[in-house]
């Protein structure tokens, strides 16, 4: 990320400090270049699963790293949301359900262009139960997803047609969030997807670099990932920028 998109978003972030903590608490944000979460900011822990880690059907390299990060991040925040993929035994993204494919090959449906994944996150199995020495006791919502049978869905707050919406959005507003800070797996799909439909949604949004894990499909799709996110306005910070 350049300084000046990190300068931005620490902005924003010591700026809500303002509004919560006082002026003191600013200047202290500002002379420490950390962000202070409050009452209005969200940690979405986004797919850190079984499936998803080494040994499970649809690792991400070294998945299994980040959860010790991810539960001392977590600690920082009062507000913390989990998500799961939760996916039917037949659903439309397993290359499984379609004749000749193989995983990572795509298919165009009524939504689009569906990359075919390997059977995961299949509902009720172990391999959709969270990541083990994932601890967040605190957490205050677990949203599924992927759980209708011909969307697929990699953002917590739309499904892949861009319409069906999970309910996130509504919960958050009522809580009043106004800021949302992402980690998880993986960063170039579900971390990232959802970064993007939380500032469409109307919040701010960062995403927490070394908290997460990529697939980089082609060897080119986190760079891309980062590219489009960055565009969309969501910043791109370290686990150390955190207070």
């Given at each position: ?49 079984k ?20 539960n ?5 925040f009062?507000n913390?949301?989990m ?133 980089n ?9 980062w ?17």
């Open positions: 990320m350049s300084g000046i998109d990190r300068r931005s978003f620490l902005k924003f972030a010591s700026g809500a400090a303002l509004a919560t903590g006082g002026a003191g608490h600013l200047a202290e944000a500002l002379a420490q270049g950390k962000i202070t979460p409050g009452p209005k900011d969200v940690f979405i822990v986004v797919d850190v699963q499936c998803f880690i080494p040994g499970g059907s649809l690792a991400v390299e070294k998945g299994d790293e980040i959860v010790p990060l991810i001392a991040i977590a600690k920082k009062e913390v949301v998500t799961q993929d939760w996916h039917t035994a037949d659903h439309v993204s397993f290359a499984s359900q379609h004749e000749g494919k193989k995983p990572f090959e795509t298919v165009q449906l009524a939504y689009g262009t569906q990359v075919l994944w390997p059977d995961h996150c299949v509902q009720g199995t172990e391999g959709a139960e969270f990541a083990p020495g994932l601890d967040i006791p605190h957490a205050t919502l677990v949203i599924r997803k992927g759980y209708h049978r011909d969307v697929d869905s990699y953002s917590t707050f739309l499904e892949a047609d861009k319409k069906t919406p999970t309910g996130l959005t509504g919960y958050l507003k009522a809580r009043g969030i106004k800021r949302a800070y992402l980690a998880g797996l993986a960063t170039d799909f579900c971390v990232g997807w959802s970064a993007i439909d939380a500032r469409a949604a109307g919040f701010k949004a960062a995403v927490i670099e070394d908290a997460c894990r990529g697939i499909l082609g060897g080119t799709g986190l760079e891309a990932a590219k489009e996110m960055v565009a969309k306005g969501v910043g791109r910070i370290q686990s150390t920028d955190l207070a």
